[in-house]
């Protein structure tokens, strides 16, 4: 039964990562925006509400330690495997995209959020921290929205957005609604089968709820967000799934635990400050190569991308009892 509800969760996220992708893709070309600032904020926010969800209510039954795990992890399989995996199906062209400015602002937010676990536990004081911190990126976003609309006011012509690919210049507004809705609700819908049937196989082999939130439950919770690149690289929309990325772990880090320091104090594993932290602050730099750098992800990236994850997953699973007391 659980194999079954876990497939079920899968075609669940795949259609509703599609359906976000074209809600966001239209609505930045309805509203004259840039598709990338549309998915820093709206797609990115949808595909976390996953992790929101699960680290309150892990916080709520007892659980801290998945909640921040699942932050950790998710952010790490955000850069390896999310873009990794649709890197092997086809080249994501970033190097046309700039995103330079959104890139160093999630470093900046991870930096911000070691800074803070250092001094942990992590308690409301905290949270209000990172919250400021990321509405300081939102008003960003929005400044930059507006300049892209005066410009496109001023030169009174359509952008570039009006020629990739899933984009409909006539779509209605009621439509891009629906697709933006059935890709919000759908998403954690989804993600919650496909965690829920693999968390209660996990725990039948007695894996700690930390364990458990940095490898299982960030995969599971970061197929929204891989759902929704394959989508994006597949339309040729290396902006939609960068935007998507950099904008989920900002959200994750600043957002998820921001709130969540609201329901109860989070303690942070010795284990993650010496090691998961580090390895996701190391994958986060190395997106820097694509971004900074300028260069497609290609599919031999692709391959170094998934491997790397691969590594860090057999590390934290033949070292539980060292890496994590």
């Given at each position: 039964?659980?194999?079954?509800?876990?497939?079920?969760?899968?075609?669940?996220?795949l259609?509703?990562?599609?359906?976000?992708?074209?809600?966001?893709?239209?609505?930045?070309?309805?509203?004259?925006?840039?598709?990338?600032?549309?998915?820093?904020?709206?797609?990115a926010?949808?595909?976390?509400?996953?992790?929101?969800?699960?680290?309150?209510?892990?916080?709520?039954?007892?659980?801290?330690?998945?909640?921040?795990?699942?932050?950790?992890?998710?952010?790490?399989?955000?850069?390896?495997?999310?873009?990794?995996?649709?890197?092997?199906?086809?080249?994501?062209?970033?190097?046309?995209?700039?995103?330079?400015?959104?890139?160093?602002?999630?470093?900046?937010?991870?930096?911000?959020?070691?800074?803070v676990?250092?001094?942990?536990?992590?308690?409301?004081?905290?949270?209000?921290?990172?919250?400021?911190?990321?509405?300081?990126?939102?008003?960003?976003?929005?400044?930059?929205?507006?300049?892209?609309?005066?410009d496109?006011?001023?030169?009174?012509?359509?952008?570039?957005?009006?020629?990739?690919?899933?984009?409909?210049?006539?779509?209605?507004?009621?439509?891009?609604?629906?697709?933006?809705?059935?890709?919000?609700?759908?998403?954690?819908?989804?993600?919650?089968?496909?965690?829920?049937?693999?968390?209660?196989?996990?725990?039948?082999?007695?894996?700690?709820?930390?364990?458990?939130?940095?490898?299982?439950?960030?995969?599971?919770?970061?197929?929204?967000?891989?759902?929704?690149?394959?989508?994006?690289?597949l339309?040729?929309?290396?902006?939609?799934?960068?935007?998507?990325?950099?904008?989920?772990?900002?959200?994750?880090?600043?957002?998820?635990?921001?709130?969540?320091?609201?329901?109860?104090?989070?303690?942070?594993?010795?284990?993650?400050?010496?090691?998961?932290?580090?390895?996701?602050a190391?994958?986060?730099?190395?997106?820097?190569?694509?971004?900074?750098?300028?260069?497609?992800?290609?599919?031999?990236?692709?391959?170094?991308?998934?491997?790397?994850?691969?590594?860090?997953?057999?590390?934290?699973?033949?070292?539980?009892g060292?890496?994590?007391?």
């Amino acid at each position: 039964m659980d194999l079954l509800i876990a497939a079920l969760g899968l075609v669940i996220l795949l259609l509703a990562g599609d359906a976000l992708v074209k809600g966001a893709v239209n609505l930045s070309l309805r509203l004259g925006i840039p598709a990338l600032i549309v998915s820093l904020t709206i797609v990115a926010f949808g595909t976390s509400a996953p992790e929101l969800l699960i680290a309150v209510q892990a916080i709520g039954e007892g659980a801290p330690g998945l909640a921040l795990g699942n932050v950790v992890g998710s952010n790490t399989a955000n850069v390896l495997l999310v873009l990794g995996i649709p890197a092997l199906v086809t080249t994501l062209h970033s190097s046309v995209c700039d995103s330079r400015k959104s890139y160093l602002q999630m470093m900046a937010a991870t930096a911000l959020f070691m800074g803070v676990a250092w001094f942990g536990p992590i308690t409301w004081v905290h949270g209000i921290i990172l919250l400021a911190a990321l509405a300081w990126m939102l008003m960003s976003a929005i400044g930059v929205a507006r300049c892209h609309r005066r410009d496109v006011a001023a030169c009174k012509k359509v952008t570039e957005e009006k020629d990739v690919e899933g984009a409909d210049p006539e779509m209605r507004g009621w439509k891009i609604a629906m697709y933006l809705l059935v890709g919000i609700i759908g998403l954690p819908l989804g993600a919650d089968l496909l965690v829920d049937s693999a968390t209660s196989i996990a725990r039948a082999y007695n894996v700690s709820d930390t364990v458990i939130g940095l490898t299982l439950v960030a995969i599971g919770t970061s197929l929204p967000e891989l759902a929704t690149t394959v989508m994006a690289a597949l339309r040729k929309q290396a902006d939609v799934a960068l935007g998507n990325v950099i904008g989920s772990n900002m959200f994750n880090l600043l957002a998820i635990i921001g709130l969540s320091s609201f329901v109860g104090d989070i303690p942070v594993d010795p284990g993650m400050l010496s090691y998961d932290m580090w390895v996701m602050a190391g994958a986060s730099a190395l997106l820097g190569l694509f971004v900074l750098g300028k260069r497609d992800i290609s599919r031999a990236w692709g391959v170094v991308l998934v491997a790397l994850y691969i590594g860090y997953i057999a590390v934290i699973l033949t070292g539980t009892g060292t890496v994590h007391a």
